[in-house]
């Protein structure tokens, strides 16, 4: 099992920055890709940025983020991080932490708790 807890959503006007952090604990190997997703009111949760794992480290991002987001991790403390500046009123969802472990052919998804952030006009 992997445990992943977020932080740092909050309310801020349209422009301003958030970090969200997501430690993880627990069965922290075979990690395939670790991502941040997104939820809004009445919407599908949606993948805002990933890092995939592998022979080589890849880094992907919604259009509607890039140049503005930005996806870190810090494996000495097991931390992923989401750095949003710019932040505009449609960034405001539930925003959750995924790992994903790839062990032989299956894969498996761990979510943290979800962390909201509201961006007001």
């Known amino acids: 099992q992997v445990q992943l807890v977020e932080s740092g959503g909050g309310l801020v006007q349209a422009g301003g920055s958030l970090r969200l952090s997501c430690v993880a604990s627990?069965?922290?190997?075979?990690?395939?890709?670790m991502g941040w997703y997104r939820q809004a009111p009445g919407k599908q949760r949606e993948l805002v940025a990933d890092?995939?794992?592998?022979?080589?480290?890849?880094?992907a991002y919604a259009d509607s983020v890039k140049g503005r987001f930005a996806i870190s991790r810090d494996n000495v403390k097991n931390t992923l991080y989401l750095q949003m500046n710019s932040l505009k009123p449609e960034d405001t969802a539930v925003y959750y932490c995924?790992?994903?472990?790839?062990?032989?052919?299956?894969?498996?998804?761990?979510w943290g708790q979800g962390t909201q952030v509201t961006v007001s006009s």
């Open positions: 890092i995939t794992l592998g022979g080589s480290t890849n880094y």
């Open positions: 995924n790992f994903r472990k790839k062990i032989g052919a299956a894969l498996w998804d761990y």
């Open positions: 627990g069965s922290i190997f075979s990690i395939n890709s």
